[in-house]
């Protein structure tokens, strides 16, 4: 789709343009998770209700802060190679691999559970992704995947952590 649709626009940037072809489907392809992602990071942060509520709120909003930065660096690593980055809604409801965000729950540990499910695809896909640029040719592309994978390897680990764990000492 992106040849004929969306031409390489000219630039000094001396990568292949084969290169620069497969690393843009691929920072597209994880800009359209990144933006889901940031989404229903918002919708769990207004829906949510039940134990730790206020904590794992203000939590979302430091998830999305972060999130918005690194989706801007991706989209833009797009523009800086002589790409299109593809960031509207019909775009993000086509391109994104991860599951359909449920509209219908409120407990927070129920979106913890569904958040954690979905920012794992995200996380994975990304860790595949710096392998994928850097078999294309890419080093920068494919270390700043790195840099986005590091950031939400944390943000599903903070997730995960909010999780109920049994404990070691039994009380008397
Ligand atoms: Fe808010």
Not at 25 to 47: P, S, V
Not at 51 to 66: A, P, S
Not at 72 to 77: S, Y
Not at 144 to 150: A, C, D, K, M, P
Request: charged share 25%; hydrophobic share 40%; glycine share 4%.
């Amino acid at each position: 789709m992106t040849k004929t649709k969306y031409p390489l626009h000219p630039t000094r940037n001396n990568l292949h343009s084969n290169t620069k072809t497969v690393v843009i489907q691929l920072l597209n392809a994880r800009l359209a998770d990144g933006l889901d992602i940031a989404l229903i990071t918002k919708q769990a942060h207004w829906n949510m209700k039940g134990h730790n509520f206020i904590g794992v709120h203000k939590m979302m909003d430091d998830f999305r802060n972060e999130q918005n930065e690194l989706n801007d660096k991706m989209a833009e690593r797009i523009a800086a190679i002589g790409g299109t980055a593809l960031g509207t809604t019909q775009e993000i409801a086509k391109n994104s691999s991860i599951a359909e965000y449920p509209t219908d729950i409120i407990s927070v540990d129920d979106h913890l559970t569904a958040l954690s499910e979905r920012f794992a695809i995200y996380a994975n896909a990304l860790r595949k992704a710096i392998d994928e640029a850097d078999e294309a040719g890419d080093a920068d592309t494919s270390d700043l995947f790195t840099e986005v994978s590091r950031a939400m390897d944390q943000q599903l680990w903070f997730l995960e952590a909010h999780k109920p764990y049994p404990s070691k000492l039994h009380a008397k």
